[in-house]
């Protein structure tokens, strides 16, 4: 919403005062919200529609976890609402986190370890070649734009020289931009490499705190201002010969809901999302060509049916 705004207020600018014209400032920024037609008259059904990338898929509280992995891994969902059949209420979020912390207690049960013990270049995903990056010498506006563009959670920050990856920002970051007039004033002087090193609020948190609230990571995603994500300038990442089972202890222990991966010179060469790592154990027919799900290949087996060119075919 925030990345959308700014991008109308920039285009508002533009167009009444040419390129680089008035600048956005300050607590100026809302009051000029106020006075955009397009936004300040924008109804929350109408607004809904125009950001409804994802599909919605709810879940009632009498179903199975099983349904819950089904649809993370056919959609690109970040959650799945709980809903209550009596009322129709929603009565909590199921997130991705949640899922792969509950995959992560499988450990030591032959069908999840015969999958997350497998090295990352064993799997085949979506990104795993492809990184949206900006550098650190650009301005904060700049990333901004590429985030809005992307349409995606996270962006790598390089080094230009060296190409070396050195922090990330992602789309929960913007709060700082609300929060601190001065950074959304500067935004476009501001370069992305001293944004990156702000101190975010999740220095000095207790260890114990963090065991009795596993809880609040997985909903903090439903927040812009998570003080449980890691740093922007410490993201996580991985390399290739890490395992399935490196990378989700890597996510659950950072609260990330992303890991670079890397090579042996710190250089990004791909990414991996939550939503990669759940598909590995997802059943055969969402993607026959990822390998992995010997775990529902075997149920599959024991029912009397199998997949065959992504087609689930039951045995007569």
């Not at 809005?148 to 390089?158: E, H, K, N, Q, Y």
């Not at 970051?173 to 990156?196: A, P, V």
């Not at 991996?272 to 149920?299: K, M, N, W, Y």
């Amino acid at each position: 919403m925030f990345l959308w705004c700014l991008e109308e207020l920039e285009n508002g600018v533009r167009r009444a005062k040419g390129v680089g014209g008035e600048e956005i400032r300050g607590n100026a920024f809302f009051a000029m919200l106020a006075q955009n037609p397009d936004i300040s008259q924008t109804k929350v059904g109408e607004l809904a529609k125009s950001f409804l990338w994802n599909p919605f898929f709810p879940v009632h509280l009498d179903e199975t976890l099983f349904r819950v992995l089904l649809l993370l891994s056919k959609h690109p969902l970040q959650v799945v609402p709980v809903i209550d059949r009596a009322n129709s209420n929603v009565t909590g979020f199921i997130t991705q986190n949640a899922v792969i912390q509950l995959l992560l207690q499988s450990s030591g049960l032959e069908w999840f370890d015969s999958i997350a013990n497998k090295p990352l270049s064993e799997f085949r995903f979506e990104n795993e070649e492809h990184v949206v990056h900006v550098y650190g010498d650009q301005s904060i506006a700049e990333a901004l734009h590429v985030l809005w563009r992307s349409r995606i959670g996270a962006i790598a920050v390089l080094n230009r020289e060296t190409n070396r990856l050195v922090g990330s920002i992602r789309c929960s970051d913007i709060y700082l931009l609300i929060e601190n007039e001065t950074f959304l004033h500067d935004r476009k002087n501001l370069t992305i490499g001293e944004f990156i090193h702000v101190e975010t609020g999740n220095k000095g948190s207790d260890p114990t705190i963090e065991r009795d609230l596993g809880a609040l990571f997985s909903a903090g995603i439903l927040r812009l201002k998570n003080n449980f994500l890691p740093r922007m300038d410490s993201p996580a990442i991985n390399k290739k010969t890490d395992t399935l089972m490196q990378v989700m202890k890597n996510m659950a222990e950072t609260k990330s809901t992303f890991s670079f991966l890397v090579d042996d010179f710190h250089i990004a060469i791909g990414v991996l999302t939550l939503r990669d790592v759940i598909i590995q154990f997802a059943p055969p027919c969402i993607d026959s060509t990822i390998h992995g799900v010997g775990f529902f290949e075997s149920a599959l087996e024991q029912t009397g049916c199998h997949v065959k060119d992504g087609t689930l075919v039951c045995n007569q």
